[in-house]
């Protein structure tokens, strides 16, 4: 960011520490007591430069503490080009809560005198299973916001190193489990280095709880990282790593499925098959539920639509549509819906019925999407095979998904479904 491109705020607050003759290694000094010593030292001047810099807002306790060194007033400090690139009302508001509660687990931290307590080792692990859950039908946006604001705290409270030994390994596993979450997520953006550091990151917590469920996690981050990178081979692999790891919860059927999907990808369906008998054996085998559940469980829809993958793949229709019919009385049933498993049962079930030259079907399945997902593209390559060139029907479909496409937002859709 060159020095034209700071924002009139970030250039305010360098003047007002300047006039009270402070560098930044001072004024964080000052700040790292102002805050009564909850963060680190270095982790106060780091604040206060990438304020400077633009790189973050100050906001909260960090916020009133800094104005209140720096003599400024918070009210006046962003004016009214800062507030028009900020987000809606909305988005404040919702940003006001997430800051209180912030605050409000401060205040509990402080209250049990420990750098950690039960209580927030509690609420941590809780709202890491929350964001599991949330991610597969909400928006992804505050929910990525939320989960950088758990790991934050969560590695400040490790970096503490306060704990008592069962603290310090819970906090470990809440980490890992935040940091898999990440890595999931930015591979849905596209962000395919980001996903594998965090991994990497979260196989260290893992190995340093010792914790096999965590691992199994990560592998399955990992797994599903390489699948959409291509790196099928990869992807089987790590997937079956991770069964060693999973406990009989359907964390292992759904690195059973993730294996049967690379192996299908790679054509090898007497491999995918074997691994989606796995998956229902694992099935059967179940003991538990799943430690987090959510992104990482597998319920009955989530493994009929990966069943639907490999059917598919051996131009098996029938099985295609039973297992797309398994996935909608699991639903019916009162399964947790996630939208990006839903709309891939329906693109499934569409490319089932170009299959078998059952257009009409094709475009009833097509219709029950609100948007549709890149899939799509696979549907209109069917339907340009030379089987159905003069097909009114398949005409129709076509010009749908086109108008659809050329309708749809240039940026890359964040699919919170399976891989």
């Not at 991610?135 to 409270?157: M, W």
């Not at 890595?183 to 996903?195: I, Q």
């Not at 691992?215 to 599903?224: D, E, N």
Request: proline residues 2%; hydrophobic residues 40%; contains cysteine.
């Amino acid at each position: 960011m060159t020095a034209e491109e700071v924002p009139l705020w970030s250039r305010r607050l360098r003047t007002a520490r300047e006039a009270k003759g402070w560098d930044i290694p001072e004024a964080g000094e000052y700040l790292w007591r102002g805050l009564g010593k909850s963060v680190r030292r270095d982790s106060a001047r780091r604040m206060i430069d990438n304020w400077e810099r633009g790189r973050h807002r100050p906001r909260g306790r960090n916020l009133r503490t800094m104005c209140q060194l720096l003599s400024l007033d918070p009210g006046s400090l962003f004016d009214d080009e800062d507030t028009r690139a900020c987000a809606s009302s909305e988005d404040e508001a919702a940003h006001l809560l997430i800051t209180l509660k912030a605050e409000a687990l401060d205040l509990a931290t402080w209250a049990e005198r420990t750098n950690v307590g039960d209580t927030t080792v509690s609420y941590l692990a809780a709202a890491t299973q929350r964001l599991a859950r949330d991610y597969l039908s909400k928006a992804p946006a505050p929910i990525l916001a939320e989960a950088a604001e758990l790991y934050r705290r969560t590695a400040d409270l490790l970096r503490g190193g306060r704990q008592h030994l069962r603290q310090s390994r819970d906090l470990h596993i809440i980490a890992g489990q935040l940091l898999a979450f990440l890595s999931w997520a930015s591979s849905d953006l596209g962000e395919p280095s980001a996903a594998e550091a965090y991994a990497s990151v979260g196989w260290v917590m893992a190995e340093q709880a010792d914790h096999d469920a965590l691992r199994a996690m990560v592998l399955t981050a990992q797994s599903k990282n390489a699948f959409w990178e291509g790196r099928y081979r990869q992807a089987a692999e790590l997937a079956r790593q991770g069964q060693q790891y999973a406990p009989s919860t359907e964390a292992k059927v759904l690195l059973a499925c993730q294996e049967g999907d690379a192996h299908q990808a790679l054509g090898d369906l007497g491999r995918a098959q074997e691994s989606q008998r796995r998956a229902q054996t694992a099935r059967e085998a179940i003991t538990a539920e799943t430690e987090v559940g959510g992104l990482w469980a597998c319920g009955r829809a989530r493994q009929a639509n990966y069943a639907v993958g490999v059917h598919l793949r051996a131009r098996d229709t029938t099985s295609a549509l039973a297992s797309v019919a398994e996935a909608h009385q699991a639903y019916a049933a009162g399964e947790l819906w996630a939208y990006g498993t839903w709309a891939q049962i329906c693109l499934g079930a569409a490319t089932a019925y170009v299959f078998k030259g059952e257009l009409d079907h094709a475009l009833e399945e097509l219709t029950r999407l609100a948007t549709l997902v890149n899939r799509l593209g696979e549907v209109d390559q069917h339907l340009a095979h030379r089987r159905f060139h003069g097909s009114r029907a398949a005409l129709t479909l076509r010009q749908q998904i086109t108008e659809y496409q050329a309708d749809a937002l240039t940026t890359k859709a964040i699919t919170t479904g399976d891989q």
